[in-house]
């Protein structure tokens, strides 16, 4: 123990996890690699028995250029193949971190991407790795997986302090990982490495369910009474927005052309009526939310809400069925946007002035509350078990009366692996609006489409109102 | 909102819904402008039958005549709405009494107009808040909130006993509706009780009830509480906090420090970061 303390805790896991490269740099060696020994055969057991085993990759197999120079065909090691960057050994910008034979990325590197993308061919848990950060600069991270699980942070840079992260997902059922930068040069400037890759391959008895509500478009009206109050009187009709001051707030121009109904969104507020024009000349906005601007996928990072829950229905290896601390309510934040921002028909980053309340662009941020929202798990058989999602999810779109617009879903989600292949049915109801979706380890269970944008509160918004829209007839499928 | 006695609509129920809209509609005219003279009590007839239709509808059928009933009164005048809904808000069936305060709801959202008639009836809708059902305990506190400009301050104490509800549904719609009220010290009162809670969803709910209420005066005491409030155990709260401060604007001013901590806290959630940074540049705009 006092050797461990000396050297300290990452030297400890590069000479535990690095093998023979870091021999130099650890004292004990020899004890050390009989506690790795250790860990290595006792991961499988302490991990539990719906677990086959664990890998490792390290790269050392191979030996690359010190400098990334051009892409490489996807690298399959194992159950895991990597693809977006190169092989390289001791890099000289991690000589601080590894000296090894390592996979990575960079923006210089001809033909590599601005992201490295694991995937398995099996479903995986307990995964691990270490992240280096190749460049001066300090990048956020983001860290993906096909389960939903998001992980964000931020590296120091090379030379100093923080530039390494060992990295560990909690998801199982995993397939797929993709990793990148979330800071707005990642499109110009990156440089990022892996190694030390570790995960378990699951034997298939776990089942990620993932379930998801969300706006497949940029941008939703809210109810005709949801509005702020500008502090300052904006623009008659027949200006738009040009661009912005240096402070960051729009400009206003003259442009005939513009005029309701041509395409672009409305600026009458209520839809029209004999007050509309007293309304527009005093300072009363309407809402629009942000939408989540994605198609169906089960690891988008965007939802208004998200129920995950890992399942595993053979009594033998889990007596309830619902794998420790796996079940996960979640809600997307709502951002409510002014009038203003609609005027070039989208929202998007220009519309974020990072002011709150101030009736401008971006407005307001809305977090709904995730205590009315369940995951229940009974086991209904000795191999298989029911899951019963549901929940109601206040929605700002509804205005004053958001409990009253609330999203709300109810599925119930059986599980039986006694057949060979294992089998899912599926039942339940939701609100009309928005988009519903349901996955087994990444494979789609349930899709609901709301329609085509753009969306009308009167059309498509109203479906939050009661009663449930949707009726889900009983389906099923093989498990994947 | 969770449904009462209704499932999902079927297609029979959908072909009504959308002939009751066209009656609604053809009263009121294309724009839902006040219809002239006799179209109100052929409107009220409309929504009355429909709310009616939901409880002698089949059960496999009560979720389109749900639907219908909804969707005439979104696009019906509060008048007319309230003429069908009044008379059933003491009904002995409980769904009867939820739908007929959803419609009211529903009408009320739909306009500026619709929200200030609301007011009319804002007795009955404090009168449902102590219905023995808490899904209509919860549609009356929602509706209570759509009434424009605001609720009246005289609702402010029988809300405030819904906060502590069994049914955290009924204790949120009660939120909501206070939050839209001016103002007022019982509301504080209970704001302040709650944010020192064990319960996190409670303690979400007051800092954003005192984020409202801060907004509305320069008392700093707000921001004191609040600011306590960054170092919350739980994410969700603080996030709440953060914007909470930020929505008061400069009265919050003497929260900058803590969030502009918070906001470089690497240790901290990314979204509570966010969220702080916006708050402190809302203080000091």
Known sequence: MIGLTRIGFYTFLRCVIGGRR?????????????????????APLAAGPAQAGEEFIDFEEFTGPRKLAAVEPPLTIGNASFTGGQIVTNVARLRKVDRSTVYGTAHFCSGCQSTITIEFSQPVSNVSFMLMNGR???PWFEIRDDTGQTVEFRLGSYFGQ?????????????????????????????????????????????????????????????????????????????????????????????????????????????????DADNELKGNRRKLYFAGDSRGFHPAAPTYRVRQLVTVIPDETLDADGVADDSVRNLAGEARAYAEDA????????????????????????????????????????????????????????????????????????????????????????????????IYINGTPVYHHDPGAPPYEFARDVRKLLPPLDIAVATTSGDLP | ????????????????????????????????????????????????????????????????????????????????????????????????????????GAAGLASMENGEELSEIAFVLVSGLADGEATVRAAAAATLAAIQPAPPEWAADPLIELLGDPNPRVASAAMRALERMPANDAGFDAAYSAIDGDNSANRSRAARLLGAYGAQGADIK????????????????????????????????????????????????????????????????
């Open chain 1, 22 to 42: 870091h021999s130099a740099d650890c004292p004990v060696r020899g004890f050390l690699a009989r506690i790795a020994a250790l860990i290595v055969v006792t």
């Open chain 1, 136 to 138: 001066l600069a300090r």
């Open chain 1, 162 to 274: 923080g530039s390494s992260k060992l990295i560990t997902l909690p998801s199982s059922g995993i397939k797929k990982i993709v990793i990148g930068q979330t800071d707005s040069v990642t499109a110009f400037w990156w440089q990022f490495y892996i190694d030390n890759l570790r995960y378990t391959v699951d034997e298939g008895q776990q089942y990620l369910v993932n379930f998801s509500a969300f706006v497949p478009h940029d941008n939703v009206p809210a109810a005709p009474t949801a509005f702020c109050l500008s502090k300052d009187n904006w623009q008659p009709p027949g200006l738009r927005r040009s661009g912005r001051s240096p402070t960051g707030k729009a400009r206003w121009a003259r442009d005939d052309d513009f005029a309701p109904g041509n395409g672009r969104p409305s600026f009458r507020f209520g839809g029209g009526g004999p």
């Open chain 1, 342 to 437: 609609m005027t070039d028909g989208i929202i998007d980053l220009a519309d974020e002035d990072g002011i709150a309340d101030d009736c401008s662009l971006f407005h307001k941020a809305h977090l709904a509350e995730t205590d009315l929202m369940d995951v229940v798990v009974t086991r209904t058989g000795p191999k298989s078990v029911s899951i019963r999602f549901s929940g109601t999810l206040d929605s700002p779109l509804a205005g004053p009366a958001q409990v009253l617009g609330a999203i709300d879903w109810e599925f119930t989600l059986t599980l039986d692996s006694s057949v060979e292949p294992g089998r899912w049915t599926l039942s339940g109801a939701h609100d009309g609006f928005p988009a519903y979706e």
């Open chain 2, 1 to 104: 909102m969770r449904t009462l006695g209704a499932g999902p609509r079927g297609k029979l129920w959908t072909a009504m819904a959308a002939a009751a809209v066209g009656l609604v509609i053809a009263a009121n005219g294309a724009n839902a402008t006040p219809p002239a003279g006799k179209g109100k009590p052929a409107v009220a007839a409309t929504l009355a039958r429909l709310l009616e239709e939901i409880s002698l509808a089949a059960p496999a059928d009560r979720g389109g005549a749900a639907d219908a009933f909804v969707t005439a009164a979104l696009g019906a005048e509060m008048d007319a709405v309230i003429d069908a809904a009044l008379p059933v808000l003491d009904d002995y069936r409980d769904e009867q009494r939820y739908y007929a305060l959803v419609g009211l």
């Open chain 2, 222 to 285: 707000p921001a004191w509480v609040l600011a306590a409030g960054l170092d919350d155990p739980d994410a969700a709260v603080r996030w709440q906090t953060a914007t909470a401060l930020g929505d008061m604007g400069g009265a919050a001013i003497v929260a900058v420090r803590g969030l502009r901590a918070v906001s470089r806290d690497k240790a901290e959630e990314p979204a509570v970061r966010r969220a702080a940074a916006t708050a402190v540049n809302s203080i000091l705009d």
